[in-house]
Nanobody, 129 residues
């Protein structure tokens, strides 16, 4: 079991920044990737970014590339999402997720939410125009 707790959401004006944190506990040694997803009202949950835990390699959705940065603090089992130049369309509940299924390397399938085994409770991000 892996437990995930997100924090750092809030209300920010367009053009502003926020940093989300996700602290993992439990069987964290079995984690291969950590991802961020988001879900806006009336929409499906969508991929935002993912990080390959062992090497720190990162991958982003086109909508956030160049504005968001995913990173991890290995010793603290924590993953971050630095969000800059926020837009009203970034408004959503942001979820952290952990993939604990063995795989030898990163795969684009990690952009699919079904590849993740554990989820946090979500944190609300609201960007006002």
């Amino acid at each position: 079991q892996v437990q995930l707790v997100e924090s750092g959401g809030g209300l920010v004006q367009a053009g502003g920044s926020l940093r989300l944190s996700c602290a993992a506990s439990g069987r964290t040694f079995s984690t291969y990737a950590m991802g961020w997803f988001r879900q806006a009202p009336g929409k499906e949950r969508e991929f935002v970014a993912t990080i390959w835990w062992s090497t720190g390699l990162t991958y982003y959705a086109d909508a956030v590339k160049g504005r968001f940065t995913i990173s991890r603090e290995y010793s603290k089992n924590t993953v971050y999402l630095q969000m800059n130049s926020l837009k009203p369309e970034d408004t959503a509940v942001y979820y952290c997720a952990a993939d604990t299924t063995w795989r030898p390397n990163y795969s684009d399938s990690l952009k699919n939410l079904n590849e993740y085994d554990y989820w946090g409770q979500g944190t609300q991000v609201t960007v006002s125009s």
